[in-house]
């Protein structure tokens, strides 16, 4: 359908940075995140039909919540859950700009890796639901999940 503007640019690449603050012996830690991406694809009408327009839309994240994570040994799995606001820009080429933000929630789980004193690395895969971006008066899920792969410095 030819309002499903954010279609082209599905899927996008991804960065961002994400924070735990914990204090030992406690496995539950309170985390903060951010992350961005950004994408231009061509738009296709209703009929499938090239329109020699670009369509770029960039995603802006940012998250708080709590994980539980054990607080030793190289091997550390984790779960956590918390409150993310997603915010939505678009164009579309002759159109008018738009813009969307959303608050739902995150769920994600994930490996982290010690790999020396002060370096992390670690995959992750968020699912972030609950969310519900409009433009142009229809509204589009914003709901997502994705695999990452986390490189980390740890002060400790």
């Known amino acids: 359908n030819n309002h499903d503007f954010w279609s082209p640019v599905d899927h996008q690449l991804a960065a961002g940075f ?7 012996p406690i ?9 961005t991406s950004n994408r231009s694809a061509e738009y296709y009408n209703d009929e499938g039909v090239d329109t020699g327009q670009q369509s770029t839309a960039t995603l802006t994240d940012f998250a708080f919540g709590a994980r539980v994570q ?3 040994g190289w091997f550390r799995p984790y779960a956590g859950v918390g409150v993310i606001n997603v915010s939505a820009d678009g164009h579309q080429g002759g159109q008018a700009d738009t813009s969307s933000s959303a608050t739902g929630y995150y ?4 490996l982290a890796f010690v790999v020396a004193r002060h370096v992390r690395l670690g995959l992750e895969y968020p699912i972030v639901r609950g ?4 433009q142009d008066g229809y509204t589009e899920s914003g709901n997502n999940s994705q695999a ?3 490189v980390g ?4």
């Open 18 to 24: 994400q924070a735990t603050l914990g204090w030992d």
């Open 131 to 134: 969310i519900d971006l409009s």
């Open 70 to 72: 054990p607080v030793s």
């Open 107 to 110: 769920l994600h789980g994930g």
């Open 27 to 35: 496995p539950v830690r309170g985390e903060l995140s951010f992350q």
């Open 153 to 156: 410095y740890t002060w400790k």
């Open 148 to 150: 990452s792969l986390l």
